[in-house]
């Protein structure tokens, strides 16, 4: 499995961006998690088996996250953006036939990341 994220970039806040991860191999599961410089890795948001979605408290509302099946290529539509959202953000995915029953940050693929800046 290769993932490639794509998108990240600059932006004020109050503004969005739009994340992709261009997928290859058996990507079962997807999802994104992101890390901020110094802290832990934080899942935002998985995409399961059946099409559902879970999406993190903290961005639920803010982000939203769909899947382009024809293309095998994630997006994560991130809108209202704080500070706060800076960090490197990832996708991951996972082939396994129980990925539903796993977090972002336990499947087994992940992509090199975009940076995401959001100032103030």
């Known amino acids: 499995v290769q993932l490639q994220e794509s998108g990240g970039g600059s932006v004020q806040s109050g503004g969005s961006l739009k994340l992709s991860c261009a997928a290859s191999g058996d990507t079962r599961c997807m999802g994104w998690f992101r890390q901020a410089p110094g802290k832990e890795r934080e899942g935002l948001a998985v995409i399961t088996t059946d099409g559902s979605t879970r999406y993190a408290g903290s961005v639920k509302g803010r982000f939203t996250f769909s899947r382009d099946n024809t293309k095998n290529t994630l997006y994560l539509q991130m809108n209202s953006l704080k500070p706060e959202d800076t960090a490197m953000y990832y996708c991951?995915?996972?082939?396994?036939?129980?990925?539903?029953?796993?977090?972002?940050?336990?499947?087994?693929?992940r992509g090199q990341g975009t940076q995401v800046t959001v100032s103030s």
């Open positions: 991951a995915a996972d082939p396994r036939p129980d990925c539903n029953g796993y977090g972002v940050l336990a499947y087994t693929y």
